[in-house]
Structure formats: structure tokens, C-alpha cells
Nanobody, 122 residues
């Protein structure tokens, strides 16, 4: 059974940092892209970042503030989030799919985590 389990969310003040982690299990993800999406209350789901091999993609509003990384040996993917702002408040979801681009339709993503909440206070 494939599982993506997120951790690391929480409450932080504006300007602070958080590091999200995602532990993947149940299959080999070596040929899969891993990534993160987020959804704030009342808003549409939004692509945040993805990584496959040496290629990374970021949503424009997080470029320069968020960094995605991956440990293939441990089946882990991370999202380092710096300079957090109230607009970053959302539930963050770990994703896995053969291809993960900002334009990948959500309905085609193979695997999802349950989400971890991030709240940024002003």
C-alpha cells in the first residue's frame, strides 16, 4: 500500500521558517517526481514545488523563499520554507507522479498525502 505521510507543519510568525517532510512508502519512487501542493480555506488547490532528478519547479510566489529537496535513499522529500507570509497559510500536501509540473492536472496525480497544516500569523 502506497503511503505519503507529511510532517513538520505548525504555527509560525511572519518571516519565520518551517521545514516540511514527506515519507513515501509502498513502492519505488525512483522514476517518480515528488512535490507539494497547498490549499487555503476557500481557495483552489495550488502547485507549490516539484522535483525529479536535478529538475525543480516552483510556483512564482514561493521562488527564492522555498526550496524542495529529496533523499532518494530514504524515500523522503522536503520543503524548506523561509520568509513565510500569511498568504502561505494552507494545508500542504505531498504528491508523487511520474511527471509533476505546474500544469499537471490534479486528477492525474497518482499519489497524495493526507496533508499538514501551516499557519502563518502576521
Amino acid at each position: 500500500q502506497v503511503q505519503l505521510v507529511e510532517s513538520g507543519g505548525g504555527l509560525v510568525q511572519a518571516g519565520g521558517s518551517l521545514r516540511l517532510s514527506c515519507a513515501a512508502s509502498g513502492r519505488t519512487f525512483a522514476n517518480y517526481a515528488m512535490g507539494w501542493s497547498r490549499q487555503a480555506p476557500g481557495k483552489e488547490r495550488e502547485f507549490v514545488a516539484s522535483i525529479k532528478g536535478s529538475s525543480t519547479y516552483y510556483e512564482d510566489s514561493v521562488k527564492g523563499r522555498f526550496t524542495i529537496s529529496r533523499d532518494g535513499a530514504k524515500n523522503m522529500v522536503y520543503l524548506q520554507m523561509n520568509s513565510l507570509q500569511p498568504d502561505d497559510t494552507a494545508t500542504y500536501y505531498c504528491l508523487a507522479n511520474p511527471v509533476l509540473l505546474p500544469t499537471t492536472p490534479w486528477g492525474l496525480v497518482s499519489y497524495w498525502g493526507q496533508g499538514t497544516q501551516v499557519a502563518v500569523s502576521s
